[in-house]
């Protein structure tokens, strides 16, 4: 390896938050200059000199990058899908916005008042600071453009930046080596999440045992190092950046004492909870006289919220039966030109509370083949006709629930519904799927786990209901529609 590949490994965090700093400012630049020429071209108004902007849109600028990182989009830490990370875009951006028009109103130019007034001392104070700005002189309107380019652009900018880090990471540039310290359920679940996102930047070594009878065998083909007597030897040998403790059964004592030796040894550390599902919901930490207690926030649904949803979900689904009726004419003409039977397959699917409902979604199977029976897993399944696979590929064999979000039985997005034989199986964890209401599309399609089962991967669906606004429901959309265009549906 040359020296410059040497340096980028090395420095890759730091490189990569100088960069991404340097190109937010290009892209919130780029985007002023965008407004501006909008603007300056509709034509029915006076121009405006060029030179009246300089200072507000290197304000603006500056703004952006202050709120930018106050919305924590300079966190080396990503959440699920980076779904956070394009939520933070639109809340910094609005409060960029406002920001700046304070900003513009308070630095102002001021004069003394030849009457006098009991102010006219801070007078000489607010011209230290003041800009050089007549509000009289720009157009309110360029701003607003200039900061609706701001906002696309990032989104834009940050969606092709997450791209390329994951590029870089899959070529294991930037990737740090780790360790997961055991070798039961929990590692193993935990060595599966590194497995389906690869882009985490972290290059899994090995397993530590808790005991010595494992050593030198291999899980999922990733070997057992060694046991944990051998810890030392083993973030030496295997120059260890980061250890992920998963023995959550390991009594408080041990633990503290493993934790001990990693910062003696300047390894950062993960410790996996022993009640992980519990605290992936929103809880809050209250202390009795010093002694830790965790409960669950109120699940208190937002009325407002609820009602923004619905009118989105009845926005989205009436453009979609409007504006796509090809979507919806041309598949049903092929459906039915391709095999015998109905162009819908209804089936009996658990919504919200457990209630069932007839899901309505165009018929992708042969009819003799269909039924209640586990989902395609590959894309030769014989149960699968030739036109359906192309609408499941790119999930328009999906379209006509908006049939079912109209009856109030679905929304756009949230956790998939599934069959009654599977919600019979349901355990306490599982059945947390059941108190939303179930949705198009969701964190579990657009994630790499779409290939697995849905009630397999809870995690994303309890994310969501967690965390369920309308601003995430519009980043899920987004990043659907991305989905679809790239055809990575189902089998």
Not at 312 to 335: E, K, N, Q, S
Request: hydrophobic share 45%; proline share 5%; aromatic share 8%.
């Amino acid at each position: 390896m040359n020296a410059h590949g040497t340096f980028l490994r090395r420095h890759f965090e730091p490189l990569l938050l100088s960069a991404q700093v340097v190109i937010d400012l290009a892209v919130v630049l780029l985007a002023c200059l965008a407004g501006y020429q909008l603007r300056e071209n509709i034509g029915w108004h006076s121009p405006t000199d060029l030179r009246v902007y300089q200072d507000i849109f290197l304000l603006t600028g500056a703004v952006c990058l202050v709120c930018f990182h106050a919305f924590g989009m300079y966190s080396p830490l990503k959440s699920l899908l980076n779904v956070e990370e394009f939520k933070s875009i639109g809340k910094s951006t609005l409060v960029a916005f406002l920001v700046l028009h304070s900003l513009i109103i308070f630095l102002s130019p001021t004069e003394l008042n030849p009457e006098g007034s009991i102010y006219d001392w801070l007078v000489p104070l607010h011209q230290l600071v003041d800009l050089d700005i007549n509000p009289d002189s720009y157009s309110r309107l360029t701003l607003v453009l200039s900061f609706a380019f701001v906002l696309v652009f990032t989104t834009v900018s940050r969606f092709v930046s997450f791209k390329l880090i994951q590029h870089l990471h899959r070529g294991g540039i930037g990737n740090r080596n780790v360790l997961i310290l055991g070798t039961g359920a929990t590692a193993r679940r935990l060595q599966k999440k590194f497995v389906l996102v690869p882009t985490l930047g972290l290059n899994l070594s090995g397993f530590v045992t808790e005991d010595g009878g494992t050593v030198g065998a291999t899980i999922d083909r990733v070997p057992v190092l060694g046991a944990i007597e051998e810890l030392e030897w083993l973030v030496r040998r295997h120059k260890i950046s980061e250890v992920f403790v998963a023995l959550p059964e390991l009594g408080e004592e041990a633990l503290m004492g493993i934790i001990e030796k990693l910062e003696r040894w300047g390894v950062a550390y993960n410790v996996v909870p022993r009640f992980y599902h519990l605290l992936s919901h929103n809880v809050r930490i209250e202390n009795l006289d010093s002694i830790p207690l965790i409960s669950r926030r109120d699940r208190e649904a937002n009325a407002l919220g609820l009602i923004a949803k619905r009118v989105l979900d009845l926005g989205l689904a009436l453009v979609i039966l409007t504006v796509g009726a090809p979507l919806f004419v041309i598949p049903a003409i092929l459906i039915r030109r391709e095999s015998p039977g109905p162009v819908f397959f209804l089936q009996t699917r658990i919504g919200r509370d457990g209630k069932p409902f007839r899901m309505i979604k165009f018929r992708t199977m042969h009819l003799h083949l269909s039924g209640d029976a586990p989902k395609p897993t590959s894309s030769h399944d014989p149960r699968v006709t030739r036109v359906g696979r192309w609408l499941r590929r790119y999930s328009l064999d999906e379209l006509p629930q908006v049939l079912n979000v109209l009856r109030g039985e679905m929304s756009i997005v949230g956790p998939r519904p599934e069959m009654p034989f599977i919600v019979e199986k349901y355990g306490p964890m599982e059945r947390e799927r059941l108190r939303a209401k179930p949705g198009l599309t969701g964190l579990w399609q657009i994630s790499y786990a779409r290939g697995e089962a849905i009630h397999a991967n809870l995690d994303y669906d309890i994310y969501y209901i967690e965390n369920q606004s309308l601003l995430l429901d519009l980043v899920i959309i987004g990043l659907t529609g991305v989905a679809v265009v790239k055809g990575t549906g189902a089998y």
